[in-house]
């Protein structure tokens, strides 16, 4: 980063343009992500690595007046040149791109990057050729998993329970367990599990935390349902625009920017999960009285089974015939679930 900022100081100094400043929309305001690494990069960072001729106003996606299923639009319009994609939020529309971080896929942070990696070419190629979009990192939330304020020994037990998901993956997972989805936004969660309206929920460790879910609910199953994955990127106009030595900057700065991201969120992953039981490990956190259910091992199959049976077919279903052979090229090598109907 130092040696990119230093080559284009000196170009800079050949002939000084004016300040340019960068409109940024990035992650989930409150949470560590934005706060402690977004934010941060882009304000402080990308004014270092420029030499002080960018810097950037940076607003969370859901303070910024901005619907997240939009987001692709809106990018490939140019009307937000530089933007954080959260992939739960726009599979509605796009259903291809929640591939993989679909619902059980993924039981721990070494498995998704695994699966990241075998679809992230796809996903560079088609977000610049149909959607003028240059992807510069891939973000992860801590692991979701599920809260419930009664016992849970292992997920057979979310039958007939109300449960509180975040996207359409997640509620063809909680019925392929005979449980009920209901999409509640974060602000309502407490309320309605107060109210008996939900009895679970699945967030992230340290989100539930930040949120109080501790208080309101008694257990938590330790295995990572979804993570939450988010894709940062450029309309590739605007990309194209920048300088071409401040984009040789931000392709060195932006990939170490991922890596601490994924870091942080696997660290948070294992303190959210001791704030809310209340170990000696919490250190971001509340601590809570809650109990830690260990994934139960007939679970470890049984996930495997559901994605094959339930998860993927109901994408699939969504995001049409094209979508088997996308995943049989990409993902089902490496996880050894093929989807059925490719051609």
């Not at 560590?32 to 001729?53: A, C």
């Not at 260990?294 to 495997?304: E, F, K, S």
Request: with cysteine; aromatic share 6%; charged share 15%.
């Amino acid at each position: 980063m130092l040696l990119a900022g230093a080559g284009f100081g000196a170009a800079a100094q050949a002939s000084p343009p004016p300040s340019q400043q960068l409109r940024i929309v990035g992650g989930l305001a409150g949470v560590n992500q934005f706060v402690q690494h977004e934010q941060p990069f882009w304000t402080r960072t990308l004014p270092e690595i420029s030499n002080g001729r960018y810097s950037a106003a940076i607003v969370p996606f859901d303070r910024a007046g901005i619907p997240a299923q939009d987001m692709v639009r809106l990018m490939q319009m140019g009307v937000i040149p530089f933007g954080t994609i959260p992939l739960s939020r726009v599979a509605p529309q796009e259903a291809v791109f929640s591939a993989a971080d679909l619902a059980g896929l993924n039981p721990d942070i070494a498995t998704l990057k695994t699966t990241l990696a075998a679809f992230r070419p796809y996903l560079e190629n088609t977000l610049r050729q149909r959607y003028g979009i240059e992807l510069l990192a891939i973000y992860t939330y801590p692991a979701q998993m599920v809260f419930c304020n009664r016992p849970i020994t292992r997920l057979e037990d979310l039958a007939g329970r109300r449960v509180r998901v975040s996207g359409t993956t997640l509620g063809d997972f909680v019925r392929a367990f005979g449980a009920i989805p209901v999409v509640t936004v974060m602000n309502d969660l407490l309320p309605q599990i107060r109210k008996g309206n939900v009895s679970c929920a699945i967030t992230g460790t340290m989100t539930g935390n930040t949120l109080g879910l501790h208080e309101v609910t008694t257990h938590i199953y330790a295995m990572p349902i979804t993570w939450g994955l988010s894709m940062f990127g450029a309309n590739l106009d605007s990309w194209n625009a920048l300088e071409p030595e401040l984009r040789v900057a931000l392709r060195d700065a932006l990939p170490r920017l991922e890596a601490r991201i994924w870091a942080a969120s696997e660290q948070a992953t294992l303190d959210g999960l001791a704030c809310n039981t209340g170990a000696a490990g919490c250190r971001l956190g509340r601590k809570g009285s809650m109990t830690a259910v260990p994934m139960d091992p007939r679970d470890q199959q049984r996930l495997r089974d559901i994605v094959q049976s339930h998860i993927l077919p109901s994408w699939l279903r969504r995001c049409g015939p094209e979508c088997a052979t996308i995943w049989n090229q990409t993902i089902a090598p490496v996880r050894g679930i093929t989807a059925p109907g490719a051609s």
